[in-house]
């Protein structure tokens, strides 16, 4: 039997117990077969270093536990290996239920890389760029995730001045004729959802379909109302600007809209929110004006929260897979890091309809609605005087 010396030799290294000292760049560099400014550069994402060749040896590396001195590999390539997202603190819907599954997922795609994810908060957004800066000046960070776009977002216009990579999670620049044509973005069609909900109700028989959309100054807050439109126009529904209502971000706020929407003389007999936490809010309204949802009124929300299945009716729901836009917003922006160009690094990928019990084929026409409504509030009101 005829064996190789050299490749047993290699072999037998990367059976190494750990506990006999820390695997060195020479070491990794003699199992692969390759020298170690290769296997250097391969590591630090060069250019001039092929696709298979960096994940040949990112793979080995892993396998073998090798782990770079970070200092070291920072004062040669400037570069700490480590992206970073800062999160706003005082956001009335900090605690969206999305954030654990999103952050879980960034970090488990700067993991697949060997990199690291740090989270920070500042406490207002004038605090924001603060904290951006701090990070950027103490070389915490080798590029950002910003989440919640803008449709003039500082943070934007702040990192490119400094030169500093950043990906967007969502789009930018609504109704600008600068578009920041040359960002990174990774963003779910949040307008294809609204348009395919309204589409869905009008298919179920509504002719009054209301919307309640988010914060203005939100981007996807614009596209998903566009959204709304579209659908309204390909169902051959005319568009009444009395049924669209903005500024719903949390509960209370969609409860707010609701009520709106459901008093008006000729209310809708269905309701396109562009969250599930603000469609949650619709449940109080409902219930006190004594209307049975998916049945008096049909509910629909768009992000696929765990809450919304817990509910009486379930939410029927466009879902959003919020752990693997984490961990494609992790793999791009390393990407851009290691040279390949914002530009190229865009994807939009859609949300999936969940069916629940909080829509269907409406049982009253709006004119009846408003009846309902209003018989039952007089009741009520009857009730209390006596």
């Not at 400037?78 to 992206?83: E, L, N, T």
């Not at 009008?202 to 614009?222: A, E, L, M, W």
């Not at 109080?284 to 004006?289: E, G, I, R, S």
Request: aromatic share 6%.
């Amino acid at each position: 039997m005829i064996t190789n010396p050299s490749l047993s030799k290699r072999q037998s290294s990367l059976r190494r117990d750990p506990s006999s000292g820390r695997v060195k760049l020479d070491e990794l560099a003699h199992h692969l077969g390759l020298s170690k400014s290769t296997v250097s550069r391969a590591l630090n994402g060069y250019s001039d270093i092929s696709e298979s060749t960096r994940k040949r040896v990112e793979t080995t590396a892993r396998k073998m536990g090798y782990r770079p001195l970070s200092h070291a590999q920072a004062i040669r390539t400037g570069k700490v290996r480590a992206i970073a997202m800062v999160i706003n603190s005082g956001e009335p819907d900090r605690h969206n239920p999305f954030l654990q599954d999103f952050l879980a997922g960034a970090c488990e795609g700067a993991s697949a890389f060997d990199w690291t994810m740090t989270i920070s908060t500042a406490k207002s957004e004038e605090d924001m760029l603060n904290v951006l800066g701090r990070l950027v000046e103490e070389r915490k960070a080798d590029g950002f995730i910003l989440p919640r776009t803008e449709v003039d977002d500082p943070r934007i216009k702040y990192l490119s001045a400094l030169n500093v990579p950043f990906i967007l999670y969502g789009r930018t620049g609504y109704g600008q004729a600068d578009t920041y044509s040359d960002t990174s973005w990774f963003d779910i069609s949040g307008e294809t959802a609204i348009r395919s909900a309204v589409s869905r109700l009008s298919g179920f028989g509504h002719r009054r379909i209301g919307f309640v959309g988010s914060d203005p100054k939100f981007n996807y807050s614009h596209l998903r109302r566009d959204g709304y439109l579209e659908g309204l126009r390909a169902s051959g529904l005319p568009i009444d600007p009395e049924l669209i209502r903005e500024g719903a971000r949390t509960r209370d706020e969609g409860a707010v809209q609701a009520r709106a929407l459901l008093e008006l003389e000729n209310p809708p007999t269905g309701i396109v929110f562009a969250t599930d936490l603000a469609a949650l809010g619709s449940y109080t309204v409902c219930a006190k004006f004594g209307l049975q949802i998916g049945q008096d009124v049909s509910i629909l929300g768009y992000d696929g929260i765990p809450e919304s299945q817990y509910v009486s009716p379930g939410l029927t729901t466009f879902s959003v897979d919020s752990q693997r836009a984490g961990e494609r917003l992790a793999e791009m922006l390393i990407r851009q890091t290691r040279g390949e160009a914002p530009e190229s690094l865009r994807e939009l990928g859609e949300a999936v309809l969940l069916e629940r019990e909080s829509d269907g084929p409406p049982r009253l026409t709006p004119e009846e609605l408003a009846q309902k409504i209003t018989q039952f509030r007089n009741g009520n009101r009857g009730g209390d005087r006596s």
